[in-house]
T-cell receptor
Framework: DAKTTQPTSMDCAEGRAANLPCNHS???????VYWYRQIHSQGPQYIIHGLKNNETNEMASLIITEDRKSSTLILPHATLRDTAVYYC???????????FGTGTSLTVIP | KAGVTQTPRYLIKTRGQQVTLSCSPI?????VSWYQQTPGQGLQFLFEYFSETQRNKGNFPGRFSGRQFSNSRSEMNVSTLELGDSALYLC??????????FGPGTRLTVL
């Protein structure tokens, strides 16, 4: 039932920006896009979320396309500790469910 | 502010037994959601409780049940355990059901 599509894996050089794409072509007008990451079977960690506008916090930036059918999570200066599985999630407004897809396994290379 | 806590962290059971897992949400949070994570199926939503009421339920058999107490603490129960129930069980709390904060999980092994 996942409503997002992400690449299975990506590599990124340490210190460079990591750009993680996500497609959510069936997103509806009141659904938010959330990003979480999970490091080595720990509990997922919240990163950022947005509705229409681009968002930035101390961890990352979220760029949402104008038609809202896709988004990109940007880690501006990736470190080895950013190696994790990153999940892009569309929140179902009515049910408050989070559908986690398979995520993107990001490996930051020294 | 303390995070979400889950007990126990590790558990070993045998087929046919039942198990109860506990989750204490962040203070003030009224919504608690439960997830099952397995290598084959990934993270799957079990159910969500808000103010002691089950607000939503995923696609799991009736052997999986839960409840929430007046202090927002939540328990989930799995009866008649099967080998396939071996998984990491994650609890997440949120203020109103929006941004969710996850606990470290309970690793259940069914032998």
């Amino acid at each position: 039932d996942a409503k997002t599509t992400q690449p299975t894996s990506m590599d990124c050089a340490e210190g460079r920006a990591a750009n993680l794409p996500c497609n959510h072509s069936t997103i509806s007008g009141n659904e938010y896009v959330y990003w979480y990451r999970q490091i080595h079977s720990q509990g997922p960690q919240y990163i950022i979320h947005g509705l229409k506008n681009n968002e930035t916090n101390e961890m990352a930036s979220l760029i949402i396309t104008e038609d809202r059918k896709s988004s990109t999570l940007i880690l501006p200066h990736a470190t080895l500790r950013d190696t994790a599985v990153y999940y892009c999630i569309v929140r179902v407004e009515a049910g408050n469910q989070f559908y986690f897809g398979t995520g993107t396994s990001l490996t930051v290379i020294p | 502010k303390a995070g979400v806590t889950q007990t126990p962290r590790y558990l070993i059971k045998t087929r046919g037994q039942q198990v109860t897992l506990s989750c204490s949400p962040i203070s003030g949070h009224r919504s608690v959601s439960w997830y099952q994570q397995t290598p084959g199926q990934g993270l799957q939503f079990l159910f969500e409780y808000f103010s002691e009421t089950q607000r939503n339920k995923g696609n799991f058999p009736g052997r999986f049940s839960g409840r929430q107490f007046s202090n927002s603490r939540s328990e989930m129960n799995v009866s008649t355990l099967e080998l396939g129930d071996s998984a990491l069980y994650l609890c997440a709390s949120s203020l109103m059901g929006n941004e969710q904060f996850f606990g470290p999980g309970t690793r259940l092994t069914v032998l």
